[in-house]
T-cell receptor, first 116, second 117 residues
Framework: EAQVTQNPRYLITVTGKKLTVTCSQN?????MSWYRQDPGLGLRQIYY???????DKGDVPEGYKVSRKEKRNFPLILESPSPNQTSLYFC???????????????FGPGTRLTVL | GENVEQHPSTLSVQEGDSAVIKCTYS??????FPWYKQELGKRPQLIID?????GEKKDQRIAVTLNKTAKHFSLHITETQPEDSAVYFC????????????????FGRGTQLTVWP
């Protein structure tokens, strides 16, 4: 089944304890992205990746890191989580990102993170 | 980069009535405008999209219109049903190969649609 998966789905942690949220897609998609969703603020992009080893900052990258060593995986790393990073996180992927060949962006199931 | 504004933030309608959600965008080079529906506790899913070479697109009870001159696009849902209740997001695609907007989707803040039976 074609899908985007995220793990964990729920996580409660404490300030300063490094964590990684994994994202994987099995559709051979080039483009992957991380968003955070907060009430009233919609979906804000954290980082995105056009392809392997190509990543760039979105609108709210502070406090986050990403890597794209393989096409299928795009982990989100919080080196020192803080309470303001409590949020719902979505990973998404699409086949390509060019306007002329843009394809639907598929979202993962979401990870609800609470930082105490 | 692109800025997408979405209105209203909440919308309540009676079952059977129509619902309209409007979005404006700032980058005149944007060429692709998808709409996503997010049901409670679920992930956003694409419901309809439109490219700049057309002014309107329909899919059963939903339609999207685009006015490139005015830089706004709208989602129209007719004969609303309780299962249409969800958060709807509009988005605009930043034109590829334009620096930091490279192929990025910019989302509006969402509209909570409630359809009362």
């Amino acid at each position: 089944e074609a899908q985007v998966t995220q793990n964990p789905r729920y996580l409660i942690t404490v300030t300063g304890k490094k964590l990684t949220v994994t994202c994987s897609q099995n559709m051979n998609h080039e483009y992957m992205s991380w968003y955070r969703q907060d009430p009233g603020l919609g979906l804000r992009q954290i980082y995105y990746s056009m392809n392997v080893e190509v990543t760039d900052k979105g609108d709210v990258p502070e406090g986050y890191k990403v890597s794209r060593k393989e096409k299928r995986n795009f982990p989100l790393i919080l080196e020192s989580p803080s309470p303001n990073q409590t949020s719902l996180y979505f990973c998404a992927s699409s086949l390509r990102s060019g306007v002329s060949s843009y394809n639907e962006q598929f979202f993962g199931p979401g990870t609800r993170l609470t930082v105490l | 980069g692109e800025n997408v504004e979405q209105h209203p933030s909440t919308l309540s309608v009676q079952e059977g009535d129509s619902a309209v959600i409007k979005c404006t965008y700032s980058d005149s080079a944007s060429n692709y405008f998808p709409w996503y529906k997010q049901e409670l506790g679920k992930r956003p899913q694409l419901i309809i999209d439109i490219r700049s070479n057309v002014g309107e697109k329909k899919d059963q009870r939903i339609a999207v219109t685009l006015n490139k001159t005015a830089k706004h696009f709208s989602l129209h849902i007719t004969e609303t049903q309780p299962e249409d209740s969800a958060v709807y997001f509009c988005a605009a695609l930043g034109e590829a190969d334009r620096g930091s907007t490279l192929g990025r989707l910019y989302f509006g803040r969402g509209t909570q649609l409630t359809v009362w039976p």
